[in-house]
């Protein structure tokens, strides 16, 4: 049976368990294969079944016979309608619904709801064509692929601003079944001529709303095929054998199947973001970045499932292509409903690029007073004390333990973030991740003699990990110690060691036992910086900048009172250091700093029209890439708030950012042409130049996607490397 992606809530799960074991019980996939060879695409069973169970109904009104629940609920079961490839046309039906529940008058509501909840009425949603309503309330004009409209006995079609419902049956109402690529359900070609309808029936300006709801449905629906097409081919990855072992310890196909993961988690985000909120209005740009993100990724994944299968996902007989059908035919529909990369531009340029409003449990309440009367003393505070007030209060790393900060849990973070909005508090970056570790696995006397210093910035410490010849090997560590009365003697090189020339400490991985395995061996020192035998030479990188360092230790003596943990086990806490890293850059910092998504848009409307034209799309990719890294960490944390495991939106997050901060200013630089290399846009120039770094800053977006496939998917790691 699968598992929901966009259910993070208790009920939301419950709720997604029921629906795929309900599918599995009809077979629904074996009913989508039957389609194959002439079987219905709307099977009776599997329409009564959702209609008894109250799926029809489930985001409809109680008042007309429906259970009163939101677009959340419905994504959920439209999420595993996706994954189990579910024949009908619930999609549309649904759609429909939806829109009448929203937007319709209370006589059309009241005529046409209950129908549709209790699944004795099919519905379609026509979003593109040349419909239009006159003034005489005449409906003119064509739909040219609306999904399920054959076995519809309703129409809602968008209609210029307004959206007009019509009976199939109607006089002038011409459908016209299509052969579609995907044929577990009906494709029809909608002709209005001259139909005639009464006022209520025209939902006057609902055009956009109703276009949300379709992008907002359509999408759940994509993150189930997403997810289907993405656990096939890792399924297959871990037991097809090619040269003598299985597939899955290929870097090629470690790749493919991370970059189907964090396709998968960027669209489940963005989907999951948009069918939180019942404003239609507020979620119009959520739902933009939703398609934008489903149409992509839904035909991604599907085309690399079979890529991955060979040539046994090339057959009829393998289920591979009918994601692949399912997968063309709605990015298609969704496109033509309206281009939502356009709307993102739209949408950043208008000030209307923000997510659904995220609701907080009421406990929220009183970390938030807290926090209002701590912005609020802090404000009137001298510029020299500020720093001062946040050390003592713990609102300058509240996530920290106490006596440091506040041990705050997700719930009060988030909230202190909101009241700290705009509010500018010092980041101590790799010193802050450092210091964390030394609070995490220090002596008291360490945590007594360091961590003070460091928050009220009186000291700086640098990551002493990486050394030359080992790249993103963080365990590969040449440099040795040796045991002397009192301490250590530390002889080696560390390398790409950022802001070394700047601090007094170092954090260092030591190897300490040469005779034990990679892994084991390593002790973790704090090194002064300086102390004699410890030489620092800055490396400046392309942007003429000196950021990272080469770093010698000459026989340095470092007392045992500066091994940070246990000898020998060095590398335990290393791995706390890396996490703190991770969590750090995955939460939104270490990417380009200056130039962002607003400047984007300034160039982009600076630009020639015929330039602009050409562009647009592009920097609506960039944009709604930009949009989704935040929705991922809103995710991670309304997980942590519902109680739900962890999910892998760190990793995810620390490789998309990365390289969409490349990607956003790869972008500029093109609109920009002469001007980015010619000084006159010097913090685009730089940033652009810096951004090369972050793929391969605390290690390469490769060695983050292997990390991806073998620890969150559990593909095998290479058998050379064991």
Known sequence: MGKSALAITEEHIDLADSVFGQLNRVDSRAAARATLDGGPSHPAEIWSAAADLGWTGLAISEDHGGSGFGLAELAVVLEAQGHELTPGPFLPTVSAAVVIDRCGSDSLRAALLPGLADGSTVAALAASGTVSVGADLVVTGESPAVLGAPDAALLVAIAGDDVVVVDAGADGVTVTPLESIDTTRSLGAVAFDGVTVTEDRVMRGAARKARTVFRILTSAEAVGVSWAAMEMAVDYAKVREQFGRTIGTFQAVKHHAANMLVNAEATTAAAWDAARGDDLDGVWFAAAVAASNAIRTQ???????????????????????????????????????????????????????????????????????????????????????????????????????????????????????????GIERPDMGITGWVTLTIAQAGTDEQRERWVEPVLRGEVMWCQLFSEPNAGSDAAAVRTSAKKVDGGWRVTGQKVWTSLAHMCQWGLATVRTDPDAPKHAGVTMMAIDMNAPGVTVNPLRGLTGHAHFNEVFFDDVFVPDSDVVGDVNKGWLVARATLGNERISIGGGSGGATGFTADDLIKLLDGAPTDVRAQYVRRAGEVLAETHTLRLLNLRRISRAIAGSEPGPEGNVTKLLLAEAGQRMTELAMELAGSAAVSGQTPTLTQSYLGNRAMTIAGGTSEITRNTIAERILGLPRDPLLK
């Open 299 to 421: 035909i991604l994944n599907a085309q690399t499932n079979i890529q991955l299968h060979g040539g046994i996902g090339f057959t009829w007989e393998h289920d591979a292509h009918l994601y692949l059908r399912r997968a063309r035919t709605l990015a298609a529909l969704m496109a033509e409903a309206g281009d939502p990369l356009v709307d993102v531009v739209e949408g950043q340029r208008s000030g209307q690029a923000h997510g659904a409003t995220f609701t907080l449990p009421p406990e929220a309440e009183e970390f938030r007073a807290q926090a209002r009367d701590a912005v609020a003393k802090l404000k009137s505070l001298p510029a020299d004390q500020q720093r001062d007030f946040l050390v003592d209060s713990g609102y300058l790393v509240p996530h920290w333990p106490k006596p440091w900060g506040r041990a705050a849990g997700v719930l009060e973070q988030l909230v202190i973030e909101e009241e700290f909005a």
